[in-house]
């Protein structure tokens, strides 16, 4: 059975970079699909963050394209979030999760929340 | 702001059926699959429908789906309290070349 478990520091300094990682069990990576990030403000609802193939291959939301990197390590078989220069709007729940076949989100971590605050 | 608009809020008593509209455009809804996420208080999303109409193992047939032009519906039937939960579409998007959630529809148990 496939599970993903989010990781990383529950509080970021304004203008800093959050950092998360997402460690996969039951599923080698590199095997297949894609792999990707979700993000929930507290009282609202769901935003795409941008997703990684097996291969390398990364996909945005465009609105936060220019401060947002995943990336892939397979030997440890975890995706990673870094997204820069941070401010309270990107105080959230961060999801990691796997897409299936046609870009569905099948299968979700259970979440971590993170906080943006001096 | 997403670009896919749901209703805010929907609500029924047991027992009765909802139907929850995603509406969209031609580069999103109107030319590829949508899905169908529920979101329990304080859980994370599960999958409740793929490709327009498909539903996960062991999601019951309570739960369907169905699409028409930029638009998609899910529909739960036998409404249960266990039901009361936000509901997200999402599909991908050719323009934006991402994936879009819907803005959300919160089910309410009369």
């Known amino acids: 059975q496939v599970q993903l478990q989010e990781s990383g520091p529950g509080l970021v300094k304004p203008s800093e970079t959050l950092s998360l990682t997402c460690a996969v069990s039951g599923y080698s990576i590199s095997s297949g699909y894609y792999w990707g990030w979700i993000r929930q403000p507290p009282g609202k609802g769901l935003e795409c963050i941008g997703s990684?193939?097996?291969?390398?291959?990364?996909d945005y939301n465009p609105s936060l394209k220019s401060r947002v990197t995943i990336s892939v390590d397979t030997s440890k078989n975890q995706f990673s979030l870094k997204l820069s220069s941070v401010t309270a709007a990107d105080t959230a729940v961060y999801y990691c999760a796997r897409q299936s076949g046609t870009r569905v989100f099948a299968i979700w971590g259970q979440g971590t929340m993170v906080t943006v605050s001096s | 702001q997403s670009v896919l608009t749901q209703s805010p809020s929907v609500s029924a008593a047991p027992g009765q059926k909802v139907a929850i509209s995603c509406s969209g455009s031609s580069s999103n809804i109107g030319n590829n699959y949508v899905s169908w996420y529920q979101q329990l208080p304080g859980t994370a999303p599960k999958l409740l429908i793929y490709?327009?109409?498909k539903r996960p193992s062991g999601i019951p047939d309570r739960f369907s789906g169905s699409k028409s032009g930029t638009s998609a519906t899910l529909g739960i039937t036998g409404l249960q309290t266990g039901d009361e939960a936000d509901y997200y579409c999402g599909t991908w998007d050719s323009s934006l070349s991402a994936y879009v959630f819907g803005t959300g529809t919160k089910v309410t148990v009369l």
């Open positions: 490709d327009n109409n």
């Open positions: 990684i193939h097996h291969s390398g291959s990364t």
